[in-house]
């Protein structure tokens, strides 16, 4: 960062970051393009979703740097699991699962990894998403990704309170925000138990009013900051030529403005 001129980065605490070592920085949030909203709505519009007896708890843990995340949750998942035998854990990607899961081998599965392409398809077989983190400076750069996508399939969704999760999901009303075990036993317990909560009231993409219309949003966003480079500029506190630099092959913002009449 350091010897970076500019700062573009997907959510406010890193832009705070990048500020505090002088850097001008600027936030261009993560979100959804419109082929993702497309498979989400032919999956929603299935009549082959998943019909089978299960509940399933869905962890998408990815890569091997989850373990200690994964621990916030673990005492409400061994009571949820011992106190509910149609419930079943899934887990995509790369996790070590604590010995207390040892007892419930018949209420564990680990999915294998998809295409990025496929994620959404395969993701329509859980039924309550997990996003449990730590909450540091490391897991606050991260942003609220892990939510758009079960909000896409109406999936339910219980997560950390980081920053940007609290920026997203109104408690009880678009998903929940756990802060403790007592937290997340109680909000798991309520959507294994209560299926039209689960189902119907709880259809996390009402929380996406923007995310709904992404593309545009995010064009929106980039005018935005294209506008707040420009007056920078105007103000001396950047440099000509390096704003040239940065935009002179960036005429996809147009393309697409064009394509899509906005």
């Not at 996003?131 to 490391?138: H, Q, R, S």
């Not at 909560?197 to 949003?217: F, G």
């Not at 630099?245 to 394509?259: G, P, T, Y």
Request: hydrophobic share 40%; glycine share 4%; aromatic share 8%.
């Amino acid at each position: 960062v350091k010897k970076c001129d500019y700062f573009i980065t997907s959510t406010p605490y890193l832009a705070k970051m990048a500020e505090e070592l002088g850097k001008q920085a600027y936030v261009i949030p993560n979100g959804l393009n419109h082929h993702q909203e497309k498979v989400a709505d032919r999956v929603l519009a299935s009549e082959d979703r998943n019909q089978d007896e299960w509940i399933r708890i869905g962890y998408l843990s990815g890569t091997n740097t989850h373990d200690k995340d994964f621990l916030i949750v673990k005492d409400a998942l061994v009571r949820i699991l011992s106190e509910h035998s149609n419930v079943k854990l899934s887990i995509r990607g790369i996790l070590t699962l604590p010995d207390e899961f040892e007892q419930f081998k018949d209420q564990v599965e680990f999915l294998p990894f998809v295409p990025f392409d496929k994620l959404l398809e395969k993701t329509d077989i859980l039924d309550i998403m997990i996003a449990p983190l730590e909450v540091n400076p490391y897991t606050e750069a991260k942003s609220e990704l892990k939510y758009f996508e079960p909000a896409l399939l109406e999936k339910p969704i219980v997560a950390s309170p980081t920053g940007v999760f609290l920026k997203a999901i109104t408690d009880g009303e678009n998903g929940f925000i756990a802060a403790s075990d007592e937290e997340w036993y109680e909000k798991l317990d309520l959507l294994v138990i209560d299926g039209k909560k689960r189902l119907e009231e709880l259809i996390a993409v009402k929380a996406l009013p923007e995310n709904r219309q992404t593309e545009a949003v995010l064009l929106l966003r980039r005018i935005e900051d294209r506008l707040e480079m420009w007056r920078d500029l105007k103000d001396g506190k950047l440099d000509a030529e390096k704003v040239r630099e940065l935009i002179a092959n960036d005429d996809r913002l147009v393309r697409d403005l064009r394509a899509r009449k906005i």
